[in-house]
């Protein structure tokens, strides 16, 4: 070790200079021999004067000896002994008397001395500064504290002050020593809510999310935070879940069918007959429906597939020019076109219309010509023309092929089928006269 070098040395110089003095003794109990029968021979002013330089020499060895000093160093409470001629008066002195004893002694560290009022001896007292490095809160500060001094008064020292939650290591009682490292790690208090729960967790310095596992609560794949995941935790922060769950539901729909309609010249103007009945589509669709935390969010529509395509309906229109209106004259009726019809009755009654398809009472389908009758009074197959009195409307030619429950309760004498809802509107209820045909 440095100090065990610096002590070597130091009692190294020590036994050097007593051995000086100790082998000069003899050299001056033989110089005195000498001198004595020297000057038994020597006139009187030689021998004064051999004196005189024999006393010079005894007085320089004496003054030498008188001169050495026993100096005690003592080095952040490791003591070592040396003697040496040396005077101190002064800190810049005791300094150099360390140099010169072999310590390195650094300006930062503390030098105090003291001398003995008698002897002259000196002590002397050094305190190396500890180089200690401080790390919290993200920052790092170097410090040279004195010898002995803790962990706490580090911190003191840096500034940093502490709560219950935080963690220091090493402990705050621990000495400092040449290059200590204390890391201090906060703990922070943080309330975290998820599926409608609050928890409080103590955390060590870190972030959000991290404060999140902490509670306990694992997060999902779209799961999110009120803050960012990294956002650094502080104390008394609140963070919240929020989670994202999904729904898929899958419906059908009705694909509404077009009317077209044709012309056609065999129909006489105002006559209309279905040529292809329509038919409704089907549609299928699948809805995903997202939720946070519960409640509606987001709506979006992942497939749309046609099932059944619909069928257009067809309707031919009439074209074909007919006179305004059919006539009677005496037991003849003539037709829109002039032609003359035979018939053997006529009845007068209410009329009304209906629409809708279906099949007759006969077996027959449903369709414009077949109207609906009380069979006891219009026999099933009877042919029939159908007019208004005036002979501005016109029915025309028909069969008695089906039933009608306002024909079977005398309300109504004939149910008429047309072709379109909106011809049965323009129908509504009137009188008509029904002709039976021979």
Same mark, same amino acid.
């Given at each position: 070790m440095v100090l065990q070098n610096r002590r070597g040395s130091a009692e190294r110089k020590g036994e050097a200079m007593k051995e000086t003095c100790r082998k000069a003794l003899p050299v001056f109990r033989t110089l005195g021999r000498k001198v004595k029968g020297i000057a038994a021979r020597l006139p009187m002013m030689r021998i004064t004067a051999l004196t005189v330089m024999v006393m010079i020499t005894v007085s320089s060895v004496v003054t030498v000896l008188a001169a050495t000093k026993e100096i005690t160093v003592t080095v952040d409470g490791e003591t070592v002994s040396a003697s040496?001629?040396?005077?101190?008066?002064?800190?810049?002195?005791?300094?150099?008397?360390?140099?010169?004893?072999?310590?390195?002694?650094?300006?930062?560290?503390?030098?105090?001395?003291?001398?003995?009022?008698?002897?002259?001896?000196?002590?002397?007292?050094?305190?190396?500064?500890?180089?200690?490095?401080?790390?919290?809160d993200g920052n790092s500060k170097t410090l040279y504290l004195p010898y002995g001094a803790t962990v706490e008064e580090a911190l003191k020292e840096a500034g940093i002050s502490l709560d219950g939650n935080d963690l220091v290591s090493p402990g705050l009682t621990t000495a400092i020593t040449g290059d200590t490292s204390v890391e201090v790690t906060r703990r922070y208090t943080v309330k975290v809510t998820a599926d409608g729960k609050e928890t409080d967790v103590i955390v060590l310095a870190g972030d959000a999310a991290s404060a999140v596992k902490a509670a306990g609560v694992t997060l999902g794949e779209e799961d999110f935070l009120n803050v960012a995941?990294?956002?650094?935790?502080?104390?008394?922060?609140?963070?919240?879940?929020?989670?994202?769950?999904?729904?898929?539901?899958?419906? *059908?729909?009705?694909?509404? %069918? #077009?009317? +077209?309609?044709? $012309?056609?010249?065999?129909?006489?103007?105002?006559?209309?007959? /279905?040529?292809?009945?329509?038919?409704?589509?089907?549609? *299928?669709?699948?809805?995903? %429906? #997202?939720? +946070?935390?519960? $409640?509606?969010?987001?709506?979006?529509?992942?497939?749309?597939? /046609?099932?059944?395509?619909?069928?257009?309906?067809?309707?031919?229109?009439?074209?074909?020019?007919?006179?305004?209106?059919?006539?009677?004259?005496g037991g003849t009726v003539y037709d829109q076109n002039g032609n003359p019809v035979k018939y053997t009755k006529m009845i007068a009654g209410r009329c009304s219309a209906y629409?809708?398809?279906?099949?007759?009472?006969?077996?027959?389908?449903?369709?414009?010509?077949?109207?609906?009758?009380?069979?006891?009074?219009?026999?099933?197959?009877?042919?029939?023309?159908?007019?208004?009195?005036?002979?501005?409307?016109?029915?025309?030619?028909?069969?008695?092929?089906?039933?009608?429950?306002?024909?079977?309760?005398?309300?109504?004498?004939?149910?008429?089928?047309?072709?379109?809802?909106?011809?049965?509107?323009?129908?509504?209820?009137?009188?008509?006269?029904?002709?039976?045909?021979?």
């Open positions: 040496a001629i040396a005077e101190c008066g002064t800190e810049e002195e005791a300094r150099d008397l360390l140099r010169y004893l072999g310590y390195d002694i650094s300006k930062e560290s503390l030098v105090a001395y003291s001398v003995e009022e008698e002897s002259g001896d000196i002590a002397i007292h050094v305190r190396t500064p500890q180089k200690v490095a401080v790390q919290a995941e990294d956002t650094a935790v502080t104390e008394g922060m609140e963070i919240s879940v929020s989670r994202v769950t999904y729904e898929t539901k899958t419906t *059908e729909e009705v694909i509404g %069918y #077009k009317t +077209i309609q044709k $012309e056609d010249s065999t129909l006489y103007k105002g006559r209309t007959k /279905v040529e292809t009945e329509g038919r409704e589509g089907l549609r *299928e669709i699948t809805t995903q %429906y #997202k939720y +946070i935390n519960g $409640e509606l969010a987001e709506t979006k529509v992942v497939s749309n597939t /046609v099932k059944e395509e619909p069928v257009d309906k067809v309707v031919r229109v009439g074209t074909k020019s007919a006179v305004s209106h059919a006539s009677v004259s629409t809708g398809g279906g099949i007759c009472s006969t077996g027959l389908p449903a369709a414009v010509g077949r109207v609906a009758v009380n069979p006891n009074i219009i026999p099933y197959g009877t042919k029939l023309f159908i007019c208004s009195p005036d002979g501005k409307i016109v029915y025309g030619y028909a069969v008695a092929a089906d039933t009608g429950g306002g024909c079977m309760n005398g309300i109504i004498l004939a149910d008429l089928y047309m072709d379109t809802l909106d011809e049965c509107r323009n129908f509504g209820s009137r009188t008509m006269n029904v002709y039976i045909l021979g």
